[in-house]
């Protein structure tokens, strides 16, 4: 059975960091693309950041491109999200994702796998 399980998510200080992993079972990791998408109250849940399945290619959303940092280790079936520079705005529950596909989805739909997400709040 596919399992993804986020952790890391916790609270920070407007400037602080955190980091974000998510571990995989259930699938051979080393084909998957993986993604991390979030989702603040009253929101919808937006793209974030990807990453192919060898790590070569990134994508990021506007909005956290130059603070935050997608990487993965497929020897531990795990993908990271570094995120620093946090900003109030960042507050939400982020989710990872997996995705059988030789792209970098940006919406959510086209992910065929998904954690139960971790909390991240960041206080003013």
């Known amino acids: 059975q596919v399992q993804l399980v986020e952790s890391g998510g916790g609270l920070a200080q407007t400037g602080g960091s955190l980091r974000l992993s998510c571990a995989a079972s259930?699938?051979?990791?080393?084909?998957?693309?993986m993604g991390w998408f979030r989702q603040a109250p009253g929101k919808e849940r937006e793209f974030v950041a990807a990453i192919n399945w060898s790590g070569g290619s990134t994508s990021y959303a506007a909005s956290v491109k130059g603070r935050f940092t997608i990487s993965r280790d497929n020897a531990k079936n795990t993908v990271y999200l570094q995120m620093n520079s946090l900003k109030p705005e960042d507050t939400a529950v982020y989710y990872c994702?997996?995705?059988?596909?030789?792209?970098?989805?940006?919406?959510?739909?086209?992910?065929?796998?998904w954690g139960q997400g971790t909390q991240v709040t960041v206080s003013s």
């Open positions: 259930g699938l051979t990791f080393s084909r998957y693309a």
């Open positions: 994702a997996a995705d059988q596909g030789l792209m970098l989805p940006t919406i959510a739909y086209k992910y065929d796998y």
